[in-house]
């Protein structure tokens, strides 16, 4: 494959696109950023500039220091999302050093309104002159050609999960257990999940509600699971091998994200990880989720009741849970197995290069 020099966001998240990037059968992957990942790559220490923490990802206003003193590799220059300003940095090394850039792109909307403003519209139309656009969804890949980028350099290639970390109990979990793995904040639906409980107890007293994870709405799970009679647990945080290890003790799988000015579900890797584990999912209709939670897995609009209504179907009724579960494991084998995945990457890279 040979080598690729990827250019870190502030507060990457793990096991995600660098991780992938790493797997691809006989790259060189060296990471350029702070602090250091824990994927196991090469690695060049780079601060950030970063006037204020507000936004995050790729929507962060941050970029790289120190970027012309960075040695110089052969091979791919890689970044995540056309409209980050990391990402026109990359641009404008790529052109002066007259190396090939990869952009990796989940961004499913092309009317975002950050590429209006002028940090991430200067990034954008710096961004257009890259090589490859690998786009992980389908949605992904309309939305670059909405942008008016060239078919020939958008290319599909689904994320891939570790379906041996991520796998289902011995035995399928007979207690009507739902669980909520994501942050605790507002775009991805606690508050609404936790009125949807509320209404199941009141039709199913032992449906119970786990829920991992931090945020801003922390605050509120935890007084509805300190709430007697609640059914609510909340789990703390947890790395992935506690995610997986959660999974396993849930019969479904449950989010309702909502969009916001500048974000809507893209994918969800959650899902695709509770399906890998053998659990139907429930959430919410947002952005592109279709894409990752599939019928008869559920997908209902932004409602309590809704959620409700949905979550009962599967808590109430373990055979139906266990064959939704059992397909949706087959599935993820079949489209998403990490090794296959990325050396799927790999072959586009190569393939762009002819």
Known sequence: MGQVTWFMLPGQRPYRELHWLS?????????????????????V????????????????????RGL??????????????LCSLVTGQVSALARKRRQRQAVLVWANDPRTPLYRLPPYRWALRRARAADLFLCFVEAAREHC????????????????VDTALFHPAERPVAEPVALFVSPLASNK???????????VRRRL???RLEVLGRGPLEGLVRREAERPGSGVTWLGAGDRQRVA??????????????PTPVWNEQFGLAYIEAMASGLPVVTTVCGSN?????PPNLRVPDDAEALAEALLGFLGDPARRAGVGAANRRMVLERHQLERQCARLGETLLAAER
């Open 290 to 294: 279709h894409e990752a939670v599939r």
């Open 23 to 43: 797997l691809m059968p006989g790259a060189e992957v060296t990471a350029v950023g702070s602090p250091r990942p824990p994927e196991r790559v090469g690695f």
């Open 68 to 81: 012309d003193s960075l040695p110089r590799r052969p091979g791919w220059l890689a970044s995540l999302e």
């Open 189 to 199: 639906g606690i508050d609404r999940v936790l009125q949807a409980h509320r209404l």
């Open 45 to 64: 220490e780079r601060p950030y500039r970063q006037p204020t923490r507000r936004f995050v990802e790729a929507g962060a206003l941050a970029w790289l």
């Open 245 to 258: 290890a959660v999974l396993r003790g849930a019969a479904v799988f449950v989010t309702a994200p909502r």
């Open 145 to 160: 050609l909405a942008l008016g980028l060239e078919a020939e350099r958008c290319a599909v290639v689904l994320p891939g």
């Open 205 to 207: 007293p032992e449906a």
